[in-house]
């Protein structure tokens, strides 16, 4: 279920007590692995990834080193069942440079880069809430509104997967689907129909 993230999280009295008698009793536990650092342990090795006790080396335990990180903090935090959505909702959008909730389109939140890359693209701006989303002298748009996807799973964007914003404006992708050898004309169409298929939805 997709959550409000816009809307700031106010625990109550009662959740503060609880966090506080969770955190000052972990004080004295003997330090054992959480449940979701079990739980994390026994889906990477369900996926072929060896222990990270063994000491591998290489990306593989550098991943589960980092996951586990990640997951013995959540663990510690006490969340509730009511405020851990919220938490790993707001995690997810920022560890991916995402907001948390509309832009605005005001002057505070624009970067001048005119003269990225060294070349001259006349005025241009770029969003430094989502830096997906630009402004020139013709108005503000994203050039992630439309992800092709093919039938193998790869995705990119490309000339057509920009379109135009007004503000407020909450980033969202729309997936086009392509074939492996589709021309321009063929991603064009497919960008104004998955648009127009996702203007439908709303």
């Known amino acids: 279920m997709e959550m409000d993230t816009a809307v700031a999280y106010e625990p109550t009295i009662q959740q503060r007590i609880v966090w506080r008698l969770r955190w000052f009793f972990s004080l004295f536990e003997k330090k054992r692995p959480s449940s979701l650092v079990l739980h994390a342990k026994r889906e990477f090795l369900a996926l072929g990834y060896k222990p990270v006790e063994e000491g591998e080396g290489g990306p593989n335990q550098w991943m589960q080193e980092n ?17 851990a959505p919220y938490c790993v909702s707001m995690f997810e959008k920022l560890a991916r440079f995402e907001p948390l909730g509309p832009l605005t389109g005001e002057d505070h939140e624009w970067n001048d880069v005119s003269d990225m890359g060294g070349r001259d693209y006349g005025p241009l701006w770029q969003n430094n809430r989502a830096s997906h989303v630009f402004k020139d002298s013709d108005g503000a748009f994203d050039v992630d ?42 991603k064009r169409n497919a960008a104004i129909k998955a648009l127009a298929e996702s203007a439908k939805g709303e």
């Open 67 to 83: 996951v586990l990180q990640l997951l013995e903090v959540f663990s510690k935090q006490g969340h509730s069942g009511f405020s």
């Open 145 to 186: 509104g439309v992800i092709f996807r093919e039938p193998n799973g790869c995705t990119f964007i490309g000339r057509y997967s920009r379109v135009p914003v007004t503000f407020p404006y909450t980033p969202k992708r729309v997936y086009a689907e392509v074939a492996e050898d589709a021309t321009d004309d063929d």
